[in-house]
T-cell receptor, first 115, second 112 residues
Framework: GAVVSQHPSRVICKSGTSVKIECRSL??????MFWYRQFPKQSLMLMAT?????????EQGVEKDKFLINHASLTLSTLTVTSAHPEDSSFYIC???????????FGSGTRLTVV | GENVEQHPSTLSVQEGDSAVIKCTYS??????FPWYKQELGKRPQLIID?????GEKKDQRIAVTLNKTAKHFSLHITETQPEDSAVYFC???????????FGQGTRLTINP
């Protein structure tokens, strides 16, 4: 099956700084990747669709200038949380469609804590 | 866009009994319906999925049923065991690398 690597697994940053999260598809090319955010005891909420070579598509209510997405290659998408605030503290996880006709492979997730 | 509703939010059953979790979806174009189990702080794990050309699928103690007309699908776990305790999510998407939309989740507790 597909293998997706996400880094870092945990990060603590100070308010006002930026944090970059990487999602790599290790064994197949991914023209599309999805970024989700999950607050404690809540569901996975889709933030944006990362498109290789073009702009990301953001879900309603997600600030594109705050959550910068770059998908410069077929194996790597990055999510940068800019000017982070404590309310951005959450579990961020990427997902890559592929491996089977319908399947999705998830990264291991990144626990972001903003202090 | 697609909207997935999941019920109940919490479910507690006695070990050995069956558990049923139900989801409805809004977009009739959706044709892929996976179920995930998520441990705290971990990625979702696919436990079973079903495509819209199938009405039911079973894998040992786990089964999923799909009613396309009513736009709902259900997860059935039989002979529940303590290790089945977790949060379960349903989801829906369309074919072709389309985004996967999740339900709100169900916290299942199996009581010994």
């Amino acid at each position: 099956g597909a293998v997706v690597s996400q880094h870092p697994s945990r990060v603590i940053c100070k308010s006002g700084t930026s944090v970059k999260i990487e999602c790599r598809s290790l064994d197949f090319q991914a023209t599309t990747m999805f970024w989700y955010r999950q607050f404690p005891k809540q569901s996975l909420m889709l933030m944006a669709t990362s498109n290789e070579g073009s702009k990301a598509t953001y879900e309603q209510g997600v600030e594109k200038d705050k959550f910068l997405i770059n998908h410069a290659s077929l194996t790597l998408s990055t999510l940068t949380v800019t000017s982070a605030h404590p309310e951005d503290s959450s579990f961020y996880i990427c997902s890559v469609p592929g491996g089977t006709n319908y399947g999705y492979t998830f990264g291991s997730g990144t626990r972001l804590t903003v202090v | 866009g697609e909207n997935v509703e999941q019920h109940p939010s919490t479910l507690s059953v006695q070990e050995g009994d069956s558990a049923v979790i139900k989801c409805t979806y809004s977009d009739s174009a959706s044709n892929y319906f996976p179920w995930y189990k998520q441990e705290l702080g971990k990625r979702p794990q696919l436990i079973i999925d079903i495509r819209s050309n199938v009405g039911e699928k079973k894998d040992q103690r786990i089964a999923v049923t799909l009613n396309k007309t009513a736009k709902h699908f259900s997860l059935h776990i039989t002979e529940t065991q303590p290790e089945d305790s977790a949060v379960y999510f349903c989801a829906a998407s369309m074919k072709g690398a389309q985004k996967l939309v999740f339900g709100q989740g169900t916290r299942l507790t199996i009581n010994p």
